[in-house]
């Protein structure tokens, strides 16, 4: 069975995520999206409002799970026995970086590969921290979020 994981902060889930789990769906058996738990970092949104908000997005698809974890994402790819973890790449400074943590992610655990997935052009400059920007300044983020996690927000 070919299991992966895209993990994440989803601090909130954007348009651009959706697209990239979409366009993985087909090439899984199974995905958990794992909403990553950082203690030294100050969320947004509750770890429960994201899963909640995943889950309202996702709702229809069964090959989809979400869930939270703590700790490296190599561990948690072993606790779920994911094979492969899946990354968004919008341009090539995101690259770089993915590019650094899936060679270290490699050297820790070789038996989880990682996965590149190309934003499409629209969502190239489309992120969490901008749309919390946004959302801190009471500006509408409708046109960036999915419609099913706007009631969470």
């Known amino acids: 069975m070919n299991i992966a994981l895209f993990p994440g902060s989803f601090d909130p889930v954007t348009k651009a995520h959706v697209d990239i789990v979409k366009r993985s769906v087909g090439l899984f058996d ?24 995943l889950r309202s997005v996702f709702e229809h698809e069964p090959k989809i799970h979400i869930i939270a974890y703590e700790g490296l994402t190599v561990d948690f790819c072993r606790s779920i026995d994911a094979n492969y973890m899946i990354r ?18 490699h050297t820790l655990a070789p038996d989880v590969e990682s996965i590149f997935i190309v934003s499409k052009p629209g969502y190239s400059a489309l992120s969490s921290t901008i749309v919390r920007e946004i959302m801190r300044h009471n500006g509408d983020v409708s046109q960036f979020i999915p419609k099913e996690a706007l009631a969470f927000l």
């Not at 738990?37 to 409002?49: C, G, P, R």
């Not at 919008?90 to 943590?101: L, N, P, Q």
């Open 88 to 105: 968004g790449i919008r341009t090539v400074s995101d690259f770089e970086y993915e590019k650094g943590i899936a060679q270290m992610n």
């Open 30 to 53: 199974k995905i958990y999206i794992g909403i990553g738990v950082n203690s030294s970092k100050t969320s947004f949104l509750s770890i429960e409002k994201r899963q909640q908000m």
